[in-house]
Structures are given as C-alpha cells and as structure tokens.
C-alpha cells in the first residue's frame, strides 16, 4: 500500500526521515486532502497504512531472515553479518548494526517505528473529517489508531529508551527540533498507560475480536502493552531507585490481563498452536500475533530436511538461528531439577546434578543428556536422534543427526552462512517438518509470530510480586506456567529455597524457556542489566560417534562477545538525527 502525499498532508516523519506515498495519485501526480477525505477507500487507508508498519516477521528485525533472538545468548547465526557485528562490539552513533545497509537510509528500527507514529497521528487528525465514513467507523478506527500509537511506543521504549510523546502531526516546515527533550521512563510510561485506559473506558472496542477481525488491536492488546510498558518500568534498567510503587502498578497492570475471561493458557499437548496454525483459526491465549504467514522462517532458520534419506528434498537456504547450550540447560528435567551445574566460567565443565543423574541425564561416552526434560524442550529444540516427524507426502520419519559426520552435522566454520548448526541443535518452535516434501512440494500449516499471549502476564506478575515481597502471590503465578508445561509446583522442586534470590532466579528461568526463540530474551537481558554476565560467549554441544555406535559429548565455546557493555543497554540516537536534536539527551552510557 502507498503512503500519503506529503505536500498535502503536510507532515513529515517526525525526524525528517522523508515522505513517501500512501494512497494512489491523481493523474498530475498530486492528492488533495479533500479528495483523501471524500473517498472512502483513502479515508480508510489512514488506519491501514499505521497497521502497515508493523513488523510481521520475528526473522526481519535484526536483519534480512536474522531473527533478534541471535543478539542475544539463546541462539547463534553464522556468518559476518549483522549479528556478527552486534557481537563483536560494531555498535556505534555512526553504525546502529540493526538496519538493512543496502537501503538508501541504513536506518531501521528508529524510522520505522516513528513512521507508525506519524501515521496513527495522521489518522487521529484526518478520520474526524472525512465525510466519507460513518461515526462508528470514526470512533473505532481513532480508538485502533491511539492503541497502534502506543505500540510503537513501546518499540520505541525498548530499543531506545524514553522519548517525546507526540499526538499532533508536524508541518513539513517545523524547524524547533532542537526543542525536544528526552522525558524521564515514568513519564512516558504513564502517559502510555492513561492512553491506553481512556480507550478501554471509552467502551469503543471489543475486549477480544472476533475471528474476521483479528488482525485488528482490541482491549486485550491495550491490556497487554500497557502491562509490559510497566513492567519494564518497574525494572531495574529504567527503575534503579528500586520504587515499590512502580512494581505494584506492572502487577496490578499484569493482573488486569490475567482477568479477561477471553484469555485462556492452552494445555501442553496443543502448545504447538500457539505458532502453528491458520491464522482463522483463534487459539485462546493468543492475545495478538503477526497476520502475515512466516512459513519460510522453516528455509531461513530451521533444520536441512534436504538431507532426508527416503526421498528428494529441496535443501534449505540457511539454519540460521541454532539454540545455544546455555539455553538447552535452562530446560529442567521432569523433576524439577537443573540438570547441571557449572564448575568453570568457561561453561564447558559441569557437573550433573544428583536429580538430574538419577533420570538418567548424561554427558559420558554413550549417555543421554536429551530424556526426561521439560515437555517445552521437544517442541522448541531440535537435538540429536531427535524424531522430527515424517516430511509431507513421505512415510518415514526423519531423524536429527548433529553429530560430526551426521546428516545435520555440527559445523566448526562460524564464518558463512551453513545449512549446519554450529551448536549442535536446530531451532523447532515454529518450525515444522511438514513444510519440507519431495521436490519442491510444500504441506504443513501457516506460521505466525505471537506479540502478546496469555502466559506472559502471570510471568509478568510472578516477577512483579516477587520484587514486592510477596513470595507466595510469585508461585502462585509461576506455578500456573509450570503446571501447563507438566512440571512440577517450584515447591517441589530439588534444592527448593522460599526466598527472594532462589524464586526470582526461577521465574526468570521459566521466562527463558516459556519465551525462548520468540525474540523476547533480547528485552528481558536489558531491562534486568545482566548482559555483563549472559553476553560474553556462548557454547555448544559437539558430539562425535565412535566405532561402537557410543556418542562423545564435548561442550564448546562458540565464540567470544562483546555484546555485553553498558552501551548495548539502550540503542543511541542516530547520529544524524541526534545533531537536530540537541536538546536531547543520548542513553547514559553514550554520553
């Protein structure tokens, strides 16, 4: 869809980023506002084009097919590409490295997110005066247009940290840039939260829509970024006084998601419908995902089914992002229990827990570190001798081999891009090998990132209530998530202390596993300030088979980072637009 013609709508993206066409021009290249108004198509392209600017791939963030999940130390992608650069410490005012360097302007996420701003402010200035819709139409679209508004705040928040709140379009020849000033989190946070209120108060919109509609924002998705804007708040990124009031209002914000009766935890054996799935087809916790199918995320960042022995199969075009071993070993055995400890900063000398041991968990020539996990480890982790099920229009399974010289074997070149992992295990969330048929065949059902589901927000309030003391209120919330994933209440588990330090370490456990490989750690490791001990390095497994069929486990380091200063906290302006704007501040740490 195009976007509106500047010299008539008289706006500019906020930071000068250009204009370009939202509806279709009159034969003289030119638009009038009257004409936009008058027509009910183009009045209705003012909501349609915010919509549009939504990121709908989890795999387009940090780069073309390089999901976000890659900066971070729950995945690794090969190649000198952008995460390569993240992790090597390229980030600068003049290099952002999140951006697509072939456009004119590298620039990404910091356009794109002002550019929905713009266009949901275009929408709320423009919809009241077109003659061309009715009042209902009016008043939903402007309460959808004020939600999408604080979306894209909220992107802006956690890349970038507070900026200006802007509710008016600005003329092509406003010059005062240099007048905007960086507010304090709270501020904006709470400008965000009161928005979003006086919407869900206005009785405007629906609390859930309905199948057809789908697509659209509702109360739900108000609730759930109003929730997550404070939350990270409350943390201790944006919160390092530590204020109880600010926890509080992020567990009281949780809670108010948490008691839509809309909303409910799907059970463990219909997890995969959380990211698998028609996009018709509503699935209870799901409070708002991506409407574009993202099925080729199975070509860009899953395993090579092209190396199926039955039959032929197209080969993949990258494995992409490839779990990490510090992820596989969040997953906990069925017990409960983690199954190692660490005995070095390296990371690759452990030691098996006795829990762990007594299931069977093994790192020793012919053991298995892989039986008795967590039910969310086979749904979101591909590992070896792994079933992955049978491809479409073939009837044998195919079988994941990472060991050195298997048919998906480990991959010891980190320089290019590989159909290989260089961890030793493959991305399954929202992976399916049904995709993958003989020749070029395609089966399987859609894929759709996920922005918002329920499970979130009883994570959101464990942690919340366990920053505010109450110890029983987090393992009620956290026991919720446990019981859906068929663990253990965290009272039972081995080693179980009832303190602040032991619960709170488990619920960001649980939030590392619940969430992994959705893009969300990537936040989680800003707004708790933990990159100085989670980005250094990351390992794999490298496992080799010997003559007698026994496999050898080897824990490796990956390779070094230096993703982990306090300069990755929160992105920086851009340079160029930080010049206009000299009345605002750059993050503490670019100063």
């Known amino acids: 869809m195009k976007r509106i013609v500047c010299l008539f709508i008289a706006i500019g993206l906020i930071f000068q980023y250009g204009c370009e066409d939202v509806l279709d021009k009159t034969p003289d290249g030119q638009i009038t506002i009257n004409e936009i108004l008058n027509n009910y198509q ?20 940090s780069f073309v097919f390089n999901p976000i999940e890659t900066l971070t130390d729950n995945a690794f992608w090969a190649a000198t590409y952008n995460a390569y650069e993240w992790h090597n410490g390229s980030l600068s ?93 709270d501020e904006i946070a709470s400008k965000i939260s009161d928005e979003l209120m006086d919407v869900i108060k206005s009785g405007i919109l629906p609390n859930r829509q309905t199948a057809s509609e789908a697509r659209h924002v509702d109360n739900g998705v108000a609730y759930a970024i109003r929730a997550r804007v404070l939350l990270n708040n409350a943390s201790i990124l944006n919160n390092p006084a530590k ?97 190692v400890t660490y005995n070095d900063a390296t990371r690759t000398r452990i030691t098996v827990t006795p829990e762990a041991s007594e299931l069977g968990y093994s790192e020793e020539p012919g053991g298995d570190p892989y039986s008795n996990r967590d039910a969310r480890f086979y749904v979101n982790i591909l590992y070896n001798m792994a079933d992955y099920g ?8 195919f079988i994941i081999e990472t060991f050195v010289g298997g048919r998906n074997g480990f991959n010891d070149v980190i320089s290019q891009e590989t159909q290989r992992s260089c961890t030793g295990y493959y991305s399954r969330k929202d992976k399916q090998v049904k995709f993958w048929g003989p020749g070029n065949s395609r089966g ?54 009832k303190n602040y330090d032991f619960i709170m370490q488990r619920i960001r456990n649980e939030r590392r596993v619940e969430f992994c490989l959705e893009g969300w750690r990537f936040h989680d490791q800003r707004r708790w300030k933990i ?25 490796r380091k990956i390779r070094d980072y230096a993703s982990y200063t306090d300069k990755y906290l929160v992105l920086p302006i851009p340079l160029e637009d930080a010049k206009k704007l000299a009345g605002m501040t750059q993050p503490e740490a670019w100063r």
């Open 42 to 61: 183009r009045s209705k392209g003012l909501i349609d084009e915010t919509y549009g600017e939504i990121y709908l791939a989890r795999d387009q963030i």
């Open 93 to 185: 005012l003049s290099n952002p490295v999140i951006n697509w360097a072939w456009h004119g302007n590298p620039e990404q996420l910091w356009p794109d997110f002002w550019r929905g701003i713009r266009f949901a402010n275009n929408a709320l200035k423009y919809l009241p005066l077109s003659t061309a819709i009715t009042e209902q139409e009016r008043d939903t679209w402007m309460a959808e247009a004020r939600i999408l508004r604080c979306w894209f705040y909220m992107n802006l928040l956690e890349f970038y940290g507070p900026l200006p709140w802007i509710e008016e379009p600005f003329e092509a020849t406003y010059k005062d840039w240099h007048m905007l000033t960086r507010p304090a989190y």
């Open 243 to 339: 204020d109880r009031d600010k926890w509080q209002r992020a567990a009281d914000a949780a809670q108010d998601v948490i008691n839509m009766s809309e909303y409910s935890l799907v059970p463990m054996e219909k997890y995969k419908e959380l990211f698998v799935g028609a996009f018709a087809t509503p699935v209870p916790e799901i409070i708002w995902r991506s409407w574009s199918d993202n099925s080729h995320i199975n070509n860009t960042n899953g395993v090579d089914v092209g190396t199926y022995p039955h039959a032929s199969i197209s080969h993949i075009w990258n494995c992409g992002e490839s779990p990490t071993q510090e992820l596989v070993d969040c997953f906990e055995m069925t017990n409960g229990a983690l199954p």
């Open 390 to 397: 049978v491809p479409y229009n073939c009837t044998e399974p």
């Open 444 to 497: 399987g059902e859609p894929t759709h990132w996920v922005f918002f589901r329920l499970a979130e927000f009883y994570l959101n309030r464990a942690e919340a209530l366990c920053e505010l003391g109450d110890l029983d209120g987090a393992m009620t919330m956290l026991n919720i998530i446990r019981e859906r994933a068929l663990q253990p209440r965290i009272e039972k588990v081995p080693g179980f202390q």
């Open 531 to 555: 990159l100085n001990e989670t980005n250094r390095f990351v390992t794999g497994m490298r496992i080799t088979k010997d003559d007698d069929g026994k496999f050898h486990y080897e824990r």
